[in-house]
Structure formats: C-alpha cells, structure tokens
C-alpha cells in the first residue's frame, strides 16, 4: 500500500506504441485515498482490542492489510509503468532506491523495537513489548532481525514490500512485453504451492524449528510467497490502467456478480446468514489467503473500481472534499506514515493495555491526527521541492 510514497507528479513524455494512458493524476489521487484510508484502518487496528470492533474486516473477509499492499501494487505498476516508458533502465534504478529506502525504514524500526524491548525489560506486564524473541535472544534477534528472518509483530509488511519492489522491475518488463497472463500464471501457481500444498501453508515455521533458530512463532504474519500474489495482482491493474485504460471499464454484468457476491460475504462475515454445512475455515484464512477470501477481495476490488469511475462525474462538495484530502496526505506519505505508526503503537503499549475506554478512544485518535500533520509537513516539504525543480527548469528571461 503501503508502501510507499510512489505518488509523486511525473513529468510529460513520450508515450509510444500507441499507449496513452487517460488522467493518471487523477487516478492517483483516488488511489492515494483508499492507501490513506487503509493505513488508518491499519493504525487503529494495531491500537490494542480498542476499534476492533469497527476496523476489522467490517466489510467481509477483507482486511487492511491486503488493501494495502494490492494497492501498494497498483500504484507500482501505475507509476513505474510510466517510467519505463521514458527509461527502462532509470525504473530499475529508482525501484532499487525504492527497495533500499523500504529496508532502511525496516532496519530503523528493528533498532528502535529492540531499544524499547531491552529499556522496558523488567517493568510492569503493561510495557511488556510484542518483539519477544529479542528479549530471549538478543543478539541473535537482532542479527535474525536485520537479515529480514525474524520478524517482530509490525515489522513484517516492510521486508515483503521491499521485497516485492525490487523484484518489480522484472514483471513490468514482462507486462509491457505483452505477458501479464503468463505473470498472472506463474503469481497464482507460486500462491497455491506456498499456501496450501508445502506443509500446509507452514513451512516457514517449520523450517526455522528444524533448523534451530528458534522463534517459530514471529517468522512474520505475511509470507511474502503467498502475498505476492496480491501484489503482483495490482501491478498488473495498474499497468492496465495506464496502458489499456479503456478495457477497464467496469461491465454491468460483473457488477451485479461482485455485488452479490459481496454481500453474501459481508451477511457470513457478520452472522447473518449461516455457513453452508460443507464450510471451511481455512478457506477465509488471511495468512494463507484461501480461495474463497480471494474471491471476497475480488469482488470487492472491482466494486471499488467502480466507484471510482462512477465518482469521476460526481460534483464534490467541499466537506467531501476536506475528507477525501485527508485520506490523499496520508496515502501520498504512505511509507514515513506506516513507519511512524509503528513507533507510535509500541510507545502506547501502556495505554493500550491498561487505559480506560475514554482515554484509549482519545489516544487512538490522536495517533490518527499526529500522522496527519505529519504527512502535511512531508507534503509541504514536496510541494517546495517541486516549486524549486520548476524554477530551476524554466529558462532565463521568463
């Protein structure tokens, strides 16, 4: 979704091959809300048991966490299309930058998670922290740690994501080469293999018990051979929608179709319908993403997809607009954002165990607020450097 920041305004250039994509901007700018969106609903799903009840999987068996990474997808594709287009070789270079600068934050994180593990160890259970592999085995934690291994609770979406940039290149390459059935193909084989043929989707787990390194449990909560699918999915959407925007457009059959089947997912999600007697649970599973999820995230995405066609013709007030801005800042800074909310979530831990239901609605809102300024100053900052990059490109004498 995360994840992040690949938004940034791209200069004019050249298209060839008879591609033009139709208002990427714009189509940004709604991908950026629904990220903003998403890492909200992540932040306060991370704020302890506090806005469970209203940010988990209200919409069926559909979890932030999988929006944001296919949508993290889509704007990689979306973005790094259009630079392939002007270099080939510039995308390469700026996705390893990407990757790099997605692993920095990860290491960052993993410096100040083993801190507060280590500063807190001996207080009270209320600051206990979530990483307890470092308290049991700190070296070898941290080594683990920053080998992308060992992966605390939180700091498991950034290694996959820096993972899934670097190996972008390489499937958009394959896209604009016309194979993205071949992609789609090689993506949904790998999902099934991992998720639910080696081991029964716990190899990982598995692996580090026979091998002995010894935290079976915090080898991450996304396996990144699975999840790619997600991803690799929304890049394939988002090539899609800067090179055949017009064969995007949401067909009513397929409409009705995913609006059905969203509903009978959100009536089981929330007990209004029983389960079918032949019903499996691991078909819902979020870690191995069963194929039945996939079907309900299917859905789901192409009903989005048409509301944000349909939206191109609304009129916005200006309340709409303020929200729909609010949610924008905070998915164009999806990456320092995610990061911070981390911090944040580890600093609360107190809070969140022990707080009363009014001050723990307030704290968790208030991450909600700093993140936003935060994002503001990120978005100033850029809007300078853009200013500055115009200015020095225009020539003298205008």
């Excluded at 994501?161 to 194979?179: C, H, K, N, S, T």
């Excluded at 051979?225 to 064969?247: D, E, T």
Aim: net charge positive; glycine share 8%.
């Amino acid at each position: 979704m995360i994840v992040f920041d690949h938004c940034q305004v791209l200069p004019n250039m050249m298209i060839t091959d008879g591609i033009r994509p139709a208002s990427p901007s714009k189509r940004l700018v709604f991908l950026d809300v629904l990220r903003g969106f998403m890492l909200v609903g992540i932040t306060l799903g991370h704020f302890g048991d506090t806005f469970v009840w209203l940010v988990w999987q209200p919409l069926g068996y559909f979890s932030n966490a999988e929006g944001f990474i296919l949508l993290s997808g889509t704007v990689f594709g979306l973005v790094y299309a259009r630079i392939y287009h002007r270099s080939p070789h510039e995308m390469t270079e700026k996705a390893v930058r990407r990757a790099g600068l997605i692993y920095l934050n990860h290491l960052g994180l993993l410096v100040f998670v083993a801190a507060f593990t280590w500063l807190t160890y001996g207080w009270s259970t209320q600051w206990h922290s979530h990483a307890l592999y470092l308290d049991l085995a700190p070296v070898k934690g941290f080594l683990l740690g920053i080998l992308m291994l060992y992966q605390p609770p939180l700091l498991d979406i950034l290694p996959m994501y820096a993972l899934f940039v670097l190996v972008g290149p390489l499937i958009i390459r394959q896209l604009m080469a016309g194979r993205w059935r071949v992609v789609l193909a090689v993506s949904f084989v790998v999902w099934v293999i991992f998720a639910h043929l080696l081991l029964g989707g716990t190899w990982r787990e598995t692996l580090a018990q026979r091998v002995g390194l010894g935290f079976p449990y915090q080898t991450g909560e996304f396996d990144p051979l699975v999840w790619q699918l997600l991803f690799f999915s929304g890049l394939i959407l988002g090539h899609r929608m800067f090179a055949h925007p017009g064969a995007l457009r949401p067909k009513p059959v397929l409409v009705v179709l995913s609006l059905m089947l969203a509903l009978y997912f959100f009536a089981l999600r929330h007990d209004y319908l029983p389960f079918p007697g032949f019903w499996h649970a691991s078909w819902v599973d979020r870690h191995d993403l069963g194929l039945i999820r996939m079907l309900n995230i299917a859905a789901l995405v192409y009903l989005f997809w048409t509301l944000v066609v349909v939206s191109r013709n609304v009129v916005w007030s200006r309340g709409m607009i303020m929200v729909r801005d609010f949610f924008a800042v905070l998915g164009r800074h999806s990456l320092p954002v995610f990061t911070a909310h981390v911090v944040l979530i580890y600093l609360t831990i107190p809070v969140q165990q022990a707080g009363s239901d009014p001050i723990r609605y307030a704290v968790g809102i208030s991450l909600i607020v700093f993140l936003y300024l935060m994002a503001r100053v990120f978005d100033g900052r850029a809007a300078r450097l853009r200013r500055e990059k115009a200015g020095l490109s225009r020539p003298l004498g205008h």
